[in-house]
Every structure is written in structure tokens, then in C-alpha cells.
């Protein structure tokens, strides 16, 4: 059965996004990321233009984001506190990534600036993922004593002023970080059509040393936000918001992030840190692909088109 896409310009089969949607859906309940990184790329693969699947992939963001962000508020797994401060910092960098998105789309230069951003993000940050919840799954087995953050440890953060007290966290810390996190990942949404937490949940726990179960809550409830702001500002200023295949996608991702959420309590932290690193990594490596390798039409203008 298929759908006229009026944004995107081309006819779609339900059953194939609405499939997508509770997929990412899934992803974004069990590891507490929008599953943008993985929507966006899938979008582009299925011929949606970069442009439309970067600013539709944000309005379908919010919806699965939504779902499990509830899910996880039920298991008190959100601190409330740390989301806005990272909400305040997010919201300043939307504006400015949409405004990054305008000027490129009108230099031409969108598609490919997209996919060097996930090709070096995904790449850096699946690696270090990769590496951490591997070494960490090792001592567990071996018997060892993973440690964390001691109470009298203290780092560089701890050194800056404007401080808080995170209660669910547990963190007494300034606000800087968190403002400073949350307006990269604002900026990044907006470039990339995610929701940040694929760098958000590594960025929470090794800089801030929030625990992982607050963290995928934590991380859930600034996306809501955020992706909002982003997506609103994707339709008025861009026009690349495509309302139908943005519902499509939400219909499959609020029914997808339920079972998600209930599958992620049922493993570790360093277990959900290791998935994500390898889904992060098979991404970024189809992206690299995709980039290095001879297109099949070589004259084609169809991608160049989709960037405008």
C-alpha cells in the first residue's frame, strides 16, 4: 500500500516506514538515544532527500522519544534537574544548526557535510564506546572490581563555578558542562537529523559521571524537547518537514520504544554500552561506504536536486 509523499516528492510504501519507525523506536526505548542516527541514514538509503529525512526524521524523534521517555520517568530513572539545564543549552543550539542547515542547503553543500558529520561522529564516539564497555565486561568476568567515581575523586569539572546539586544523580557539579553538552547536541540535531544521544549518553556518564540508568532517562527527556524546538524551526525556516511520513515513522516508533524500554532493564550498563557501540559503528561504516565508493549513475543530478 503506498502513500504520495508531498514534502519529500515521491510515492512510499506504509508498511516499509511504519516497520522503520518501530524499529528505531525499539533502539530509542532500550539505549535512551532518538534513533536519528540510524533513522536519518536509513531515510537517505530509501531515497527520501537529505534535506526532508533531516527535518522529518526530527518531528518523529519527538514522538518515540516521548514514549520512552515516560516509560523510563515510571522507573525514576529521569533527573528532572539536569534535563532542563540541558534543554537550555540545546534549545540555543538548534537555532543556530538550522540556520548552519539553510546556508548549506543554499550553497549545495548539505549531503555531504551530513555524511562527513556521521562518518567522524559516529566513528569517534562508537569506537571509545566500544573499547570502554568491552574492557569493563572483561573485568566483571574476571572477577574485578570495575570502579567509579570514588568519593573523593574529583576532575576539572569539579573546579568551575555556577554550581548545582543534581539530587537524582547524585552530582553536586557546575552547570557549565551540562549547558555546554546540551547545546552541541542541539546543534548536532539540527545538522543531522538526531537526537544527540548517541553522544549524550557517553558525554553524561565519563564526563559527568551520571549513572547509566539515570542517564537513558535523563537523555530521553531533553531529546523530547529539543527535537521539538528543531522541528518546528526545520518547517519554518526550511520546508523540510514532511507531515505524513513523519507520522508514519511516529505511529511505528511510540509502539517500538514501549518494548525497548522493558528489553534495556534486562541488561548491564556495560552490555547496553557495547550494543550501542556496534550499532553506532555499522552505521558509520555503511555512511564511509556509501561515500568512497562509485555511484551507480554517474551523471545522475538526483542527490544534488535533493539537497535544495
Given at each position: ?68 521517555a515516560i516509560a523510563q520517568y515510571r522507573r525514576r530513572n529521569v533527573d528532572v534537574k539536569m534535563g532542563a539545564v540541558l534543554l537550555a543549552g540545546g534549545v540555543v543550539g ?215
Open positions: 500500500m503506498n502513500l504520495y509523499l508531498p514534502i519529500a516528492e515521491m510515492s512510499a510504501n506504509i508498511f516499509v516506514f511504519l516497520g522503520m519507525g518501530a524499529a528505531v523506536g525499539f533502539l530509542s526505548g532500550m539505549f535512551g538515544v532518538g534513533g536519528g542516527f540510524l533513522m536519518t541514514p536509513l531515510l537517505i538509503f530509501s531515497g527520501i532527500p537529505p534535506a526532508v529525512a533531516v527535518g522529518t526524521e526530527a518531528a518523529q524523534i519527538v514522538a518515540s522519544s516521548v514514549s520512552g538548534s537555532v543556530i544548526g538550522v540556520q548552519v542547515v539553510k546556508i548549506l542547503r543554499e550553497a549545495g553543500q548539505f549531503e555531504l557535510f551530513v555524511s562527513l558529520s556521521y562518518v567522524t561522529f559516529l566513528g569517534i564516539i562508537g569506537v571509545l564506546m566500544l573499547i570502554e564497555s568491552v574492557n569493563t565486561m572483561r573485568k566483571v568476568k574476571a572477577g574485578k572490581s570495575v570502579l567509579g567515581r570514588g568519593s573523593g575523586q574529583h576532575s576539572w569539572i569539579h573546579g568551575l563555578p555556577f554550581k548545582m546539586r543534581f539530587h537524582r544523580s547524585k552530582l553536586y557539579i557546575s552547570a557549565i558542562p551540562p549547558l555546554m553538552i546540551g547545546a552541541f547536541v542541539g546543534f548536532l540535531g539540527a545538522i543531522m537529523g538526531v537526537g544527540g544521544g548517541f553522544i549524550m549518553v557517553p558525554a553524561l556518564i565519563y564526563l559527568l559521571r551520571v549513572p547509566t540508568n539515570v542517564v537513558v532517562g535523563t537523555s530521553l527527556f531533553q531529546i523530547v524537547f529539543v527535537t521539538a524546538v528543531t522541528a518546528i524551526l526545520h518547517a519554518t525556516a526550511n520546508y523540510s518537514v514532511d507531515i505524513i511520513l513523519a507520522l508514519l515513522l511516529m505511529i511505528g516508533g511510540v509502539i517500538g520504544a514501549q518494548f525497548g524500554a522493558v528489553a534495556g532493564e534486562k541488561l548491564r550498563g556495560e552490555q547496553l554500552r557495547a550494543l550501542l557501540a556496534g550499532l553506532v559503528l555499522l552505521v558509520c561504516l555503511r555512511i564511509g561506504w556509501n561515500l568512497i565508493s562509485t555511484p551507480v549513475d554517474l551523471y545522475s543530478l538526483g542527490h544534488i536536486l535533493g539537497g535544495h
